[in-house]
């Protein structure tokens, strides 16, 4: 049963040192076959983490804990790999010989990422943390031109800076504690100490960082804008959701004060009224994207912020949403950056795609207007349980302000649609789409529309996780 616990990330060590012994040899396989190889391992990783999900407990020493809230992060985690390599199968964007180098550092980044919904204590989250986010620093680099040079120094001087306020926050929070262990921060939170709260407001930075909320956010536009589309992709959905599943195993422990509420109800405010206006102005299809990423971050703080399980189960609903939305758009973008030979499609590049593509101008229009939360797809239905879960606590203005928000990035989503449907084509000749991009845009259509119109059996997973964690824990609701 523990080797069970485990399985995911042990099918992912064995990958990374399957690739690891690749790397010693002169003659390598060449990019197809090593991407070949990537989709097997992310379908078995995906299924082992799909298995996993019906045991519990704890290993290492009560260090790292498996049960069915950090195995649906990891569903969703192994989601986002799995698409992500698709979209690189389909354009890698990267130069040819990187490919080993490319797929080794996405899978250790994976591998950090599953780890982070399990680690129940300050050492363990903190190498998993590092882990995924060095290897995201030397994945957005692999492209070699000047731009993502300068967008991948920036990545990692911010991110090591977040770093370093994480572990500032987490000493103090160990100190006051006198304990490593995250259910050790129940305790505190009950006194209620000032110093707490600056403390595990420091601590929460890191995962501000990867979930691109302001003010935290400068990073994204410019590595959204620079890196590969299918890493922009990875960054985008599973380094989102790793964020997301430490935020509620920490919230679980420590509970959401009124003052912490207030604070993450201003970033929330800031970030969704920030990232709505400058997309506004945006024609880079990439940093549109960016923009609306830090956004979306404040509508899953909204979420957050209430401190209930219905919340973060809400939460964790729209981790997977988000997911499906923007895999869906970030595939449109890799075909369209296949068929123009540029990785960064300006909104002109869209123009008449409904008669070059039909099938993706569909997927194009549905994954935006789900990102807008328009009924009946799949963000409307995660818009609506968060919001709701934060109304039942009373954030009755943040929630209107996102409610605001979101009719604001109906018309940059929109604008996006218009170049698509309206818009006469500068090339006649149709879009090739080989067969992963019609399976996957196929699979996409799907997905949104039926987890915004049959949610039910995905929202009683995300409930049983979090009331199963939070008796297990002692949570704090």
């Given amino acids: 049963m523990n080797f069970v616990l485990f ?27 090593l991407l070949g190889f990537a989709v097997v391992g992310a379908l078995a990783v995906l299924g082992a983490a799909i298995y996993s999900m019906g045991f519990s407990g704890e290993l290492f020493f009560g260090t790292y ?8 992060f990891k569903v969703i985690i192994s989601l986002g790999l799995l698409f992500t390599i698709f979209l690189s199968s389909i354009n890698l964007q990267i130069p040819k010989n990187r490919t080993l180098e490319y797929l080794l550092f996405l899978f250790s980044a994976t591998l950090g990422m599953v780890m982070m919904p399990s680690s129940v204590n300050w050492l363990t989250l903190y190498v998993s943390m590092e882990l995924s986010s060095y290897s995201l ?46 259910s050790a921060l129940a305790p505190l939170a009950t006194a209620g100490q000032p110093a707490f709260l600056i403390a595990l407001f420091f601590a929460l ?39 997301v599943a430490v935020f509620i195993r920490i919230f679980i422990s420590s509970g959401v004060s009124a003052s912490l509420a207030s604070l993450l109800g201003v970033l929330a405010f800031v970030s969704m009224t920030l990232g709505n206006t400058v997309a506004l102005w945006q024609k880079d299809v990439k940093r549109l994207l960016a923009y609306s990423s830090i956004a979306q971050a404040g509508y899953i703080l909204v979420g957050l912020l209430s401190g209930t399980a219905e919340g973060y189960s809400s939460s964790l609903f729209y981790a997977l949403a988000y997911l499906l939305m923007n895999a869906a758009v970030f595939l449109i973008v890799t075909i369209i950056a296949k068929s123009i030979q540029n990785d960064n499609p300006k909104m002109s590049d869209f123009n008449g795609l409904a008669e070059r593509a039909p099938k993706l101008s569909l997927l194009l229009l549905l994954s935006l207007l789900s990102l807008a939360g328009i009924p009946p797809l799949a963000g409307f239905t995660g818009k609506w349980i968060l919001f709701t879960a934060a109304m039942s606590k009373g954030h009755w203005f943040l929630v209107l302000w996102a409610v605001l928000n979101s009719v604001v990035s109906l018309f940059y989503y929109l604008t996006l649609v218009k170049h698509a449907y309206l818009e006469k084509p500068t090339v006649k000749e149709p879009i090739q789409i080989n067969f992963v991009g019609q399976l996957l845009c196929l699979v996409l259509m799907l997905a949104i529309v039926g987890l915004g119109v049959f949610p039910n059996q995905f929202i009683v997973i995300a409930q049983r996780a979090l009331e199963s964690t939070a008796l297990s824990a002692g949570g704090v609701f």
């Fill in 205 to 243: 930075f890191a995962f501000l960082f990867k979930l691109s909320a302001s003010p935290t956010h400068f990073w994204a536009p410019d590595v959204y804008q620079s890196a590969s589309t299918p890493v922009a992709n990875f960054i985008a959905t599973a380094s989102k959701a790793a964020a």
């Fill in 65 to 72: 804990k498996s049960d069915l809230l950090a195995q649906s």
């Fill in 7 to 33: 399985l995911p990330e042990t099918i992912l060590c064995g990958i990374i040192l399957f690739y690891l012994c690749l790397s010693l040899f002169k003659n390598t396989p060449d990019a197809k076959t």
């Fill in 137 to 182: 620093y030397l994945l957005t680099a692999l492209r070699q031109d000047r731009l993502n040079a300068e967008s991948s120094l920036k990545y990692l001087l911010l991110g090591a800076a977040s770093s370093g306020v994480f572990l500032w926050g987490v000493s103090l929070l160990v100190g006051l504690s006198g304990s490593v262990s995250l």
